[in-house]
């Protein structure tokens, strides 16, 4: 039977809450020192299996209630020691309140904000409290305490029950197999999370236009690795394994990463930014429980410059914590490493020069005119080219990146409506894209979309 939290909420002011307090006695029958409490914090992917899990160990018990809680500090766990004491800023009893979570699904999943359940095991009464909160004001965690009587029994009951907690949510897959990112995310609908759920854009093979030498070296250190990664560990190889993604800007260390991302079945797939920095524990933490992982670190010749060049010591505290947690790392740890830079001579090489940390540097050059005429035909979309006019590229692009001929392709393509809006794409149109990209905007327009200098 469930009770609602508006009948416990107190209107009295002084010491806030204390028909909670009395009522969370008296379901112990035991006084407040009589008490022991025992917690655990998960990640924030975990608050949708955690809920779940609890449900399920609870829902056949007869009696249990469940009670909305309010607490004064709303970016701190709730404590039971704080339900329990006298203080003027306790937890009061409220309305049961729900976040609107996004899991990636077509809905929204509802779930529970700050709540008590009140439960007996026999004739062993039990508290369980739920709450998220976290570091710098981000719900990086959810927080589950259980409260019995001090005793043996009680002792014994709290482990069990926090044992079968961790089994279920466990095996829960409410994120595994997605693609997230850590922000303070509000959706434009009204629902929010801590977790972003990226919903990328399916890449195929053969959208991956690179060199055969690189398109090698991300079979073998990708998928191939992930396929041998049984084997290895059976033979008590380390399964973490780290690549670095080096190249100008343009050339499709992204692109390319999403498209690794599909090729994974089963890895959750984290992505950082270098303006992420400060969650990197959360990161890491998110990768073991969420194992097999992709950890995507874009940029990170922002986080880990060479130290010579770093100016503060917060720059030097970040680099050693990025350092520290991938050295945590188990062996048998499944997860894969992939960090992007645009400037590979900036990085310390303190990332670089251990194995365990950098396994592999896979360089992603500027398109050869194989590429170029590769990425003419894919970016062309509807247009159609002549054989003729690929060959004009290929020859007037030496130099530009993939992002370059992207862009081209649309130029030609808002010529070309300007022009007949034929599909048959126009030398005159051409023209006048080539030479919008490559001399009206000047130099400065050249390497802002990555062309030839």
């Not at 019995?148 to 949510?169: A, Y």
């Not at 250190?221 to 100008?248: D, E, I």
């Not at 790392?329 to 645009?342: C, G, H, Y």
């Not at 599909?423 to 490559?438: H, V």
Request: aromatic share 8%; proline share 6%; net charge neutral.
């Amino acid at each position: 039977m469930k009770l609602d939290g508006n009948q416990l909420f107190s209107r009295k002011t002084g010491f806030p809450g204390p028909r909670l307090r009395k009522t969370v006695l008296k379901h112990f029958r035991v006084p407040g020192d009589q008490i022991a409490t025992a917690g655990r914090q998960f990640p924030i992917s975990s608050r949708v299996d955690i809920e779940s899990a609890i449900d399920e160990l609870l829902q056949s018990r007869t009696g249990t209630r469940l009670l909305g809680l309010f607490s004064p500090n709303p970016h701190e766990p709730i404590s039971l020691a704080q339900l329990l004491s006298r203080t003027p800023f306790g937890i009061e009893a409220g309305p049961l309140q729900y976040d609107e979570i996004d899991i990636g699904d077509t809905q929204p999943r509802r779930c529970l904000k700050n709540a008590l359940w009140l439960a007996w095991e026999q004739d062993l009464p039990f508290a369980v409290t739920l709450s998220t909160g976290g570091r710098f004001g981000f719900e990086t965690g959810v927080q589950v305490e259980i409260a019995v009587p001090i005793g043996e029994e009680g002792s014994k009951f709290s482990q069990d029950l926090f044992r079968n907690l961790e089994s279920i949510s466990g095996k829960g897959a409410t994120y595994r197999g997605r693609i997230i990112s850590l922000e303070a995310h509000i959706h434009h609908m009204g629902f929010g999370s801590m977790v972003k759920v990226h919903r990328l854009p399916k890449v195929h093979r053969e959208d991956v236009i690179l060199p055969r030498i690189t398109l090698d070296l991300l079979d073998r250190n990708v998928t191939g690795f992930n396929v041998a990664r049984p084997y290895l560990k059976s033979l008590h190889f380390q399964a973490r394994k780290g690549l670095l993604f080096y190249g100008p800007p343009g050339t499709g260390k992204t692109h390319t990463i999403h498209y690794l991302a599909s090729q994974l079945p089963g890895h959750t797939t984290l992505l950082i930014t270098a303006e992420q920095v400060g969650l990197l524990g959360e990161y890491f933490r998110l990768a073991r429980f969420l194992q097999p992982s992709v950890m995507v670190i874009e940029d990170v010749d922002l986080i880990a410059r060479e130290r010579t060049h770093m100016h503060t010591a917060w720059e030097e505290a970040t680099l050693n914590k990025l350092l520290n947690e991938m050295d945590g790392l188990q062996e048998d740890a499944e997860v894969l490493f992939i960090l992007t830079t645009n400037r590979p001579e900036q990085i310390e090489p303190a990332l670089t020069s251990r194995p365990g940390r950098i396994d592999q540097a896979i360089e992603f050059p500027l398109p050869d005119a194989e590429s170029r005429a590769k990425l003419t035909r894919l970016y062309s979309r509807g247009l159609e080219i002549s054989q003729d006019l690929i060959d004009q590229i290929v020859s007037r692009t030496k130099g530009v990146s993939a992002a370059f001929i992207k862009e081209l392709m649309r130029r030609c393509a808002q010529f070309q409506f300007e022009i007949s809006r034929d599909d048959a794409l126009a030398p005159a149109a051409l023209d006048a894209a080539l030479e919008e990209l490559l001399i009206t905007g000047g130099a400065l327009n050249r390497r802002l979309i990555g062309g030839a200098e």
